[in-house]
Nanobody, 115 residues
Framework: QVQLVESGGGLVQAGGSLRLSCAASGRFASINAMKWYRQAPGKGREFVAGFTSGGNANYADSVKGRFTFSGDNAKSTVYLQMNNLKPEDTAVYLC?????????WGQGTQVTVSP
C-alpha cells in the first residue's frame, strides 16, 4: 500500500508562485514513478509533469518554462515549483504513483490563481 500527501496549494495572483510537495510512504521502488496531474472544474484530469525513463523531467506544453518538477529520494518527496502562474492554472493538483498494476493518488491540493 502507498500513501501520497500533497501540500502547498493556495490562492495567488496571476504572475505569482507556489511550490507544491507530495510525500510518499509505503512500498514502492522509486520516486521516479511519481507524477503531477491537475483537474480544473468541469474538465478532465491532465498530466502536468513527471520523470522520463532517463530520470529527466518532462512537462505538459502548457506549463513548460514556468513549472519545475524535482524530487528528493531521501525524503520520498517530489516538488512542483510553479512560477508565473496564470488563471488557467487554477485546478486541483494531484500526485500519482504507479506501482504496477495499481496507480495511487493523493487527495489533491487546490491551486487558485486570480486575474
Amino acid at each position: 500500500q502507498v500513501q501520497l500527501v500533497e501540500s502547498g496549494g493556495g490562492l495567488v495572483q496571476a504572475g505569482g508562485s507556489l511550490r507544491l510537495s507530495c510525500a510518499a510512504s509505503g512500498r514502492f521502488a522509486s520516486i521516479n514513478a511519481m507524477k503531477w496531474y491537475r483537474q480544473a472544474p468541469g474538465k478532465g484530469r491532465e498530466f502536468v509533469a513527471g520523470f522520463t525513463s532517463g530520470g529527466n523531467a518532462n512537462y505538459a506544453d502548457s506549463v513548460k518554462g514556468r513549472f519545475t518538477f524535482s524530487g528528493d529520494n531521501a525524503k520520498s518527496t517530489v516538488y512542483l515549483q510553479m512560477n508565473n502562474l496564470k488563471p488557467e492554472d487554477t485546478a486541483v493538483y494531484l500526485c500519482a504513483l504507479t506501482v504496477a498494476p495499481t496507480t495511487y493518488w493523493g487527495q489533491g491540493t487546490q491551486v487558485t490563481v486570480s486575474p
